[in-house]
């Protein structure tokens, strides 16, 4: 099996994952743990113009966090974020939160998102 196979593969069971992902994020009992590393982040697609949520891992404190998309070849939802960025919605802990994300990437291809929340 190539590499690509197996990244297809791996993109197409993405959304299977998502899902119960993005539950325990928002639910009572393992919100708080889920959430110390995950975050449910809401854009408007660049392209399709809809609402998309998703699950991201983050890293960060306060006002600012870094999302990095990790295979970023084999995803697409960073890239609504290129060049000057775009507004976004990050849920945090249970709160909800207006922000910016900028997409930037390095050198060696990796992709991180770049995020500054608005204070509330």
């Known amino acids: 099996m190539t590499l690509n196979t197996y990244v297809r593969r791996i993109m197409r069971a993405a959304p299977l994952l998502n899902v119960p992902v993005t539950a325990l994020a928002n639910s009572r009992a393992f919100g708080r743990i889920v959430g110390r590393n995950v975050a449910i982040i809401t854009y408007t697609g660049r392209r399709s113009g ?56 390095d050198p060696s291809g990796r992709v991180t998102v770049h995020v500054r929340l608005q204070t509330p």
């Open 50 to 105: 809809r609402t998309i949520s998703t699950p991201v891992s983050y890293r960060g404190r306060g006002d600012e966090l870094q999302v990095a998309a990790n295979m970023p070849e084999a995803k697409s939802w960073w890239r609504n974020f290129v060049g000057d960025g775009a507004p976004l919605s990050v849920r945090l802990n249970g709160i909800e939160r207006s922000g910016h994300a900028v997409a930037q990437r």
